[in-house]
């Protein structure tokens, strides 16, 4: 069987671009951006954008075009079974993220629907909680996650996954035309209202002046680093998986280049909006991508002194369209895998995928509604949630893009992928071996350890206490968690590489 | 996300508070008043709340006082702490820059060129040959 093609370089781009552009690329750079020092984080992370983040696209996205392979076949052909291993093994981890990542589209679709009016009303009751009327936004969003309403909005949002990806890239394609000119389009409008709020333009000033002082810090270029890792997908196979439907001629370096440059400048045009949003109305961001996402835009939008409707619609139709074009990748990098290998019909394949999905997507959103303890100091769903996030999100897409640079870098050995793909655009490949080689796994390495270390200081480590009601609980979730994730990736890992493919 | 579980305390600080700055929004060493509608005994500035680059002001303050004078050090996000006899209260603020900060502006058009700029290079020169047949 022919493996389909994308039917135009725009297609895929726009494919790749959108997989890329996801929710954190809108609220999760601002808020990393702010906490990091703002103008002593951005130079960091201009430069680890060209020095680690382009050349590993370029490695992903060479790899799938070289080998017409998803990730864990491409890795079979470089390092045998231990390659294939790590590629199922990352695809996984995708997996389950994909799962949560589901669970936090599923609210954006509630804030959505509240947006039409209820979320801009000043409180909302909250019959389960121990304080009965809570301020909006956070009031409307607590009103969501514990209602069955939040299951529903699971599954409609698992639906529109399904349908999308039901006959792979060219139901993707058609998607993405329509969903990736629209995000740009959205966010451009939200600029040009930040920037016409009274001093909206000072919090540009903000983002970009630099500090050198703090820039000195190390904690600034992980968090610029650990940034371009996740914004871009990388360590996920997504972008191996695209590019495998690509033809071996295609320029992958010039379609690496394309997809992070425009990544970033999403995140750059992001930037300006959200940032003039704070300024304008002096919100401070706190905590989280969830709290930036669900508390401090919507806050800031409620503020407007006109058309508050229209950009909170006009908000949350952004997210969903960018948390779409992503998970709909994640989607597709396992399926294309499991086709690749095992031949089987992609309609099987999605059937088996999205009902294990669905089941796992609502495990992450039920504990929410069944807790009566939404007390004031967290709850087991959202626990269950940010652990699975710490290790799947944070760890696994380190590993995997370290053991990858490795991996391409020394065996394949990365010479050889250079010596097979063209390129139009400007490309120093004696820079590219030596960033593969040797900086990037240094400094990824720097990372895992600086990581590593910090778990047994930090909130995961042997420090680690939460404010669940259940004290016993508290203790055991964490490790719990941990072991699931690495014994059911690992698990099902090997039994995906030693099982037999289809004859081809 | 390591800090979700904060979202519960979110609504905690975002009540409004009974600080006033005149004239607003203060600008970077440009001396404003603080004002109060009770006696207060402390007031502290946190310049970039929630952030690595958070720093503390003291306000000197002859308590009970009801109007401090202060000359803003940082531009940027700020809070205001104000402490009175019975509790804690604060407010968030921004502080405009005194000058148009030049480097600024400087890394903000050469990082919107190089990425809008170079994202429309690399599509320019993808889509001046069609995609190649499969082979």
Known sequence: ?504 | MRTLFLLFLMPVSLIATKIEIEPYPPIKGTNVYIKFDTPITEVDIVYRPNSRTSKNEKIQVSPPARKVSWVPKDAGLAMVKVTTESNTITRNISIRFAHFPFSGIIVMVVAGIILLGGASFSIYLLTKTPLPPST
């Open chain 1, 1 to 504: 069987m022919d493996k389909p093609q994308w039917s135009s370089k725009i297609g895929f781009i726009l494919a790749a671009s959108g997989s890329a552009i996801g929710l954190g690329n809108i609220v999760f750079f601002s808020a990393n951006a702010y906490k990091l020092g703002a103008g002593a984080f951005y130079i960091p992370y201009l430069l680890s954008l060209f020095f680690i983040g382009i050349p590993l696209m370029v490695l992903e996205m060479g790899l799938g075009g070289v080998t017409k392979r998803a990730f864990p076949q491409a890795m079979y052909k470089i390092a045998g079974q231990k390659g294939e291993f790590i590629g199922w093994w990352a695809l996984l981890n995708a997996t389950f993220i994909t799962m949560y990542y589901i669970t936090i589209l599923s609210w954006v679709l509630g804030m959505w629907f509240g947006a039409f009016g209820k979320l801009w009303e000043p409180t909302a009751t909250l019959p389960k909680f121990a304080v009965k009327e809570l301020a909006n936004p956070a009031g409307f969003f607590f009103s969501i996650l514990s209602s069955y309403k939040s299951v529903l909005l699971v599954l409609a949002i698992w639906i529109l996954n399904i349908v999308i990806v039901r006959r792979g890239i060219e139901t993707i394609e058609k998607a993405v035309r329509w969903f990736v000119p629209l995000m740009w389009i959205f966010m451009i409008i939200l600029i040009i209202r930040g920037i016409t709020l009274p001093y909206g333009i000072e919090g540009i000033y903000l983002l970009f002046t630099p500090n050198f002082e703090l820039m000195s810090s190390w904690e600034v270029w992980q968090g610029a680093i650990s940034q371009i890792l996740f914004s871009l997908s990388l360590g996920f196979g997504i972008m191996t998986a695209y590019a495998s439907y690509l033809p071996k001629e295609s320029d992958h370096v010039n379609n690496a280049v394309a997809t992070s440059l425009l990544n970033c400048s999403f995140e750059y045009i992001a930037g300006l909006a959200i940032f003039s949003i704070l300024f304008a109305f002096s919100i401070v961001p706190k905590a989280s991508t969830l709290t930036m996402m669900f508390f401090i835009v919507p806050q800031g939008i409620a503020h407007l002194p006109a058309g508050v409707i229209t950009f909170g619609i006009l908000f949350f139709t952004l997210l969903l369209l960018a948390g779409l074009s992503s998970s709909i990748s994640l989607i597709e990098a396992l399926i294309s895998a499991i086709i690749d290998k095992f031949n089987t019909p992609r309609r099987k394949v999605l059937i088996v995928f999205s009902t294990i999905g669905i089941v796992g997507s609502i495990l992450f959103a039920l504990p929410k509604v069944v807790d009566s303890h939404l007390a004031g100091n967290g709850t087991l769903g959202l626990t269950l949630l940010d652990l699975t996030d710490h290790w799947a999100f944070s760890y696994g897409l380190l590993i995997v893009a370290l053991v990858e640079a490795i991996v391409i870098g020394w065996l394949f050995p990365v010479e050889r992928l250079t010596d097979n793909i063209s390129s139009s655009f400007p490309f120093p490949k004696k820079l590219f071996v030596v960033l593969v080689k040797y900086l990037i796994p240094v400094v990824l390495g720097a990372i895992l350890f600086a990581s590593i270390k910090g778990e047994f200081l930090g909130l995961y480590g042997t420090q680690m206490q939460f404010d669940l009601e259940w004290s016993n609980l508290s203790k055991i979730l964490p490790p719990t968690v941990l072991i699931f994730w690495l014994i059911t990736t690992i698990t099902i890992s090997f039994i995906l590489t030693k099982k037999k493919g289809a004859p081809r």
